[in-house]
């Protein structure tokens, strides 16, 4: 299960694991369990989940997007200036 409240705080609006993590109270982990159980879920419902990918701030690198948590390191240039990923949720067109 999934909280219900995820859908309703990430409708427009794109918000990375850690900021979701930190306005929940619970870990990172916990939220990236809920996010991927969401994410299943949507599949039945008139919206769909939206990631940004990480970037590398040094090189442009753009991660893989079903990446929901900030890398460590680019592997292109080694940087570890990388941007988070943001999950939103918008209604199906
Ligand atoms: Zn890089």
């Known amino acids: 299960m999934y909280r219900k409240g995820l859908i309703t705080m990430l409708q427009n609006c794109p918000t990375s694991v850690h900021e979701l993590a930190l306005r ?6 916990e939220v990236e369990d809920d996010l991927h159980h969401l ?7 008139p919206y769909q989940a939206v990631i940004e990918p990480a970037t590398c701030r040094k ?3 753009v991660f893989q997007s079903d990446k929901l948590h900030k ?6 240039c080694k940087g570890s200036w990388i941007s988070e990923p943001l999950i939103s949720i918008e209604e199906k067109r």
Request: hydrophobic fraction near 25%; aromatic fraction near 4%; include cysteine.
């Open 24 to 29: 929940l109270g619970i870990g990172q982990k």
């Open 59 to 61: 090189c442009g690198f």
């Open 71 to 76: 890398p460590g390191k680019c592997p292109q």
């Open 39 to 45: 994410i299943k879920s949507l599949r039945n419902m």
